[in-house]
């Protein structure tokens, strides 16, 4: 903690004696029992998205009990909220956004056990760590607040709370209601299984339903006068595997059938198909659309069938702003990583046994990535953030090194003290790259200023879904 302290005494030379008195790494170890009880409750309850009701109320609950004033259901989500808690004089100040996600993905359980365990009873698990996600974000807005109040330094926190991240795109639908138009700066973090600040980009993504009607018959009885619905869906999803080989390397595109039938003996009517295309650069992500919905008008034109589709979600792919995420590399650095315990040690080996092959060592959990620049071929909603205002973030090990986001592994460590750990060492982070950013005004203008130059004069900014309402059924 030694170098911490001294890396929070050096950014901190220009400003206010208060400030400089302050130990905004205080307020977050105060804070520990809070970030595992909320990071816990919201394990155990695995809403998904749109349907976050009891995890986004704890949130509010514990925002308001600090002082935040809370802004719930906000861009026509009902799990949405923005809460907000400016210092007296602070008008004036920078306005500084922490992000924080809270949905569980469906179709994957766990309990808190280093062998495979699943929870019969259950139907979802935090197998990305956004229960994490919600409670590291929690305790850097409650700690960035009392620096603002004990400090006197002006300025505004704002916790925002952004349902759906898996296949909603909560916060897509925020930034297009303007809920981010007057932050100067947005700070998140993910869960992992290394710790990074690393300048990673994303791929942007769309997604949508297909859906297929045909003719009801009886298979064998009276075949001629069915059309299968199902038929056009093997028949789309066999025209995109075959465009595949025609589409560049940063080129993702995966499905899954969603309903296909009831009985063989029956023609199915009805049939769905529900696809993501990703690309690093979204005009692209656009261009392989129109092909996508070809296939689907191709595949009912040739089965005789009637194809209608819905646009689930969209995410624009990250914009990283290197002046701000070698400043959040310094000071997870400034930090360090996660040791473990005798105990955690031992259930990140046992974890570690299940990856086989690709198990790596787990001394990684105590060290931190090189910094670079680099894409990631994943997808996120923070993308679209990036693209409204300055955005900077981190990932830490709250997994055991080598798991894999999606995982029963993933599961199990974001219901354990390795994962609370990593929540935590996020927490501190992010509260660093606050307090500089509000003391900072070299910093504040170089960032806008590479912002500025990486959107362009004239840019202008476009959802990838449209102008859809938030599709508040998706997961029921």
């Given at each position: 903690?030694?170098?911490?302290?001294?890396?929070?005494?050096?950014?901190?030379?220009?400003?206010?004696?208060?400030?400089?008195?302050?130990?905004?790494?205080?307020?977050?170890?105060?804070?520990?029992?809070?970030?595992?009880?909320?990071?816990?409750?919201?394990?155990?309850?695995?809403?998904?998205?749109?349907?976050?009701?009891?995890?986004?109320?704890?949130?509010?609950?514990?925002?308001?009990?600090?002082?935040?004033?809370?802004?719930?259901?906000?861009?026509?989500?009902?799990?949405?909220?923005?809460?907000?808690?400016?210092?007296?004089?602070?008008?004036?100040?920078?306005?500084?956004?922490?992000?924080?996600?809270?949905?569980?993905?469906?179709?994957?359980?766990?309990?808190?056990?280093?062998?495979?365990?699943?929870?019969?009873?259950?139907?979802?698990?935090?197998?990305?760590?956004?229960?994490?996600?919600?409670?590291?974000?929690?305790?850097?807005?409650?700690?960035?607040?009392?620096?603002?109040?004990?400090?006197?330094?002006?300025?505004?926190?704002?916790?925002?709370?952004?349902?759906?991240?898996?296949?909603?795109?909560?916060?897509?639908?925020?930034?297009?209601?303007?809920?981010?138009?007057?932050?100067?700066?947005?700070?998140?973090?993910?869960?992992?299984?290394?710790?990074?600040?690393?300048?990673?980009?994303?791929?942007?993504?769309?997604?949508?339903?297909?859906?297929?009607?045909?003719?009801?018959?009886?298979?064998?009885?009276?075949?001629?006068?069915?059309?299968?619905?199902?038929?056009?869906?093997?028949?789309?999803?066999?025209?995109?595997?075959?465009?595949?080989?025609?589409?560049?390397?940063?080129?993702?595109?995966?499905?899954?059938?969603?309903?296909?039938?009831?009985?063989?003996?029956?023609?199915?009517?009805?049939?769905?198909?529900?696809?993501?295309?990703?690309h690093s650069d979204a005009d692209e992500v656009?261009?392989?659309?129109?092909?996508?919905?070809?296939?689907?008008?191709?595949?009912?034109?040739?089965?005789?069938?009637?194809?209608?589709?819905?646009?689930?979600?969209?995410?624009?792919?990250?914009?990283?702003?290197?002046?701000?995420?070698?400043?959040?590399?310094?000071?997870?650095?400034?930090?360090?990583?996660?040791?473990?315990?005798?105990?955690?040690?031992?259930?990140?080996?046992?974890?570690?046994?299940?990856?086989?092959?690709?198990?790596?060592?787990?001394?990684?959990?105590?060290?931190?990535?090189?910094?670079?620049?680099?894409?990631?071929?994943?997808?996120?909603?923070?993308?679209?953030?990036?693209?409204?205002?300055?955005?900077?973030?981190?990932?830490?090990?709250?997994?055991?090194?080598?798991?894999?986001?999606?995982?029963?592994?993933?599961?199990?460590?974001?219901?354990?003290?390795?994962?609370?750990?990593?929540?935590?060492?996020?927490?501190?982070?992010?509260?660093?790259?606050?307090?500089?950013?509000?003391?900072?005004?070299?910093?504040?203008?170089?960032?806008r200023a590479e912002f500025d130059a990486a959107?362009?004069?004239?840019?202008?900014?476009?959802?990838?879904?449209?102008?859809?309402?938030?599709?508040?059924?998706?997961?029921?």
């Amino acid at each position: 903690m030694k170098l911490a302290s001294t890396a929070i005494a050096l950014s901190l030379i220009t400003a206010p004696l208060a400030a400089q008195q302050a130990d905004p790494l205080a307020e977050v170890a105060m804070q520990g029992d809070r970030t595992a009880r909320v990071a816990k409750q919201i394990w155990d309850w695995a809403e998904l998205g749109y349907q976050e009701g009891r995890s986004s109320g704890l949130l509010q609950d514990e925002l308001e009990s600090e002082g935040f004033t809370v802004t719930a259901g906000v861009a026509g989500i009902p799990t949405a909220f923005v809460a907000e808690w400016t210092a007296k004089g602070g008008k004036g100040g920078p306005v500084i956004a922490i992000l924080a996600e809270y949905d569980a993905l469906p179709g994957i359980t766990q309990s808190a056990s280093a062998t495979r365990d699943p929870i019969e009873d259950k139907h979802a698990g935090h197998a990305c760590g956004h229960n994490l996600f919600g409670a590291g974000s929690l305790t850097a807005a409650i700690a960035v607040k009392r620096w603002l109040e004990k400090t006197g330094t002006p300025g505004t926190i704002r916790l925002y709370g952004t349902p759906a991240e898996e296949g909603g795109s909560g916060k897509v639908y925020m930034t297009r209601a303007g809920l981010f138009e007057d932050v100067d700066f947005a700070i998140n973090w993910h869960p992992d299984s290394i710790n990074s600040a690393a300048a990673e980009t994303s791929l942007a993504n769309r997604s949508a339903k297909f859906r297929f009607h045909g003719v009801s018959a009886h298979a064998a009885g009276a075949p001629e006068r069915g059309r299968s619905a199902l038929d056009g869906v093997e028949a789309m999803n066999m025209m995109v595997n075959l465009m595949r080989e025609h589409t560049d390397m940063n080129t993702r595109i995966h499905y899954v059938i969603t309903s296909g039938g009831s009985a063989p003996n029956v023609v199915p009517d009805f049939a769905e198909v529900f696809y993501y295309v990703r690309h690093s650069d979204a005009d692209e992500v656009r261009a392989l659309w129109t092909r996508l919905e070809a296939a689907a008008k191709g595949a009912a034109l040739g089965t005789g069938t009637e194809v209608d589709w819905e646009i689930i979600h969209g995410n624009n792919s990250l914009l990283p702003i290197e002046a701000l995420a070698k400043v959040m590399d310094a000071k997870l650095r400034s930090l360090g990583g996660i040791e473990y315990t005798a105990e955690e040690r031992a259930f990140a080996e046992e974890i570690a046994k299940s990856f086989g092959d690709h198990a790596v060592p787990i001394e990684g959990a105590a060290t931190i990535k090189p910094y670079g620049k680099s894409l990631g071929y994943g997808s996120t909603d923070v993308g679209d953030v990036s693209w409204a205002t300055p955005t900077v973030g981190l990932n830490t090990a709250t997994w055991v090194p080598g798991t894999s986001a999606h995982s029963w592994q993933a599961v199990a460590a974001s219901g354990s003290s390795i994962g609370f750990k990593g929540a935590q060492l996020a927490a501190k982070a992010m509260t660093l790259m606050a307090v500089e950013l509000y003391t900072n005004p070299e910093l504040r203008v170089a960032a806008r200023a590479e912002f500025d130059a990486a959107r362009g004069p004239n840019y202008r900014y476009e959802s990838l879904l449209g102008d859809r309402d938030p599709p508040l059924d998706y997961r029921k």
